[in-house]
């Protein structure tokens, strides 16, 4: 388990080229809550989901006690070039502040062999009783 300040969440390291060159750092010693590829929002509705200090207008950046995590679910999809998963966004109580479905796929590139990209695709949901700023 990650310390609640690199903000936890799903994410990929290594990643890497084709030619294997790795492109993604996972927790390094200056910025240890930046994790591989990664989805996250420094705030939302007051939680920072990104790790590291929040900032504070008028403040800066700040070490504050308002870490959340975005945790796994459950999976949709799981193949070597899809994922597919539910997660859920969470105050340091615990409590869902949004809900999510990620899709991940490799894919190559159209006319250069040695390349592939990632696409990315999500979805945020409020519960349906509140407003949740971002």
Aim: charged share 25%; aromatic share 8%.
């Amino acid at each position: 388990d990650l310390d609640a300040t690199h903000g936890p969440r799903p994410y990929l390291h290594p990643v890497r080229t084709l030619g294997g060159t790795v492109v993604t750092d996972e927790l390094p010693a200056d910025h240890v809550w930046h994790l591989g590829a990664s989805l996250a929002v420094q705030d939302v509705a007051g939680t920072n989901l990104w790790g590291g200090r929040t900032y504070v207008r008028d403040a800066g950046y700040t070490w504050r006690d308002d870490h959340g995590r975005i945790v796994h679910t459950g999976w949709d999809e799981r193949a070597d070039d899809v994922l597919a998963h539910r997660l859920q966004w969470r105050d340091p109580a615990g409590a869902v502040l949004l809900t999510e479905r990620r899709h991940l796929a490799a894919a190559p590139v159209p006319g250069h062999p040695d390349a592939w990209r990632l696409d990315l695709r999500y979805a945020l949901t409020a519960p349906a009783d509140r407003d949740v700023p971002l």
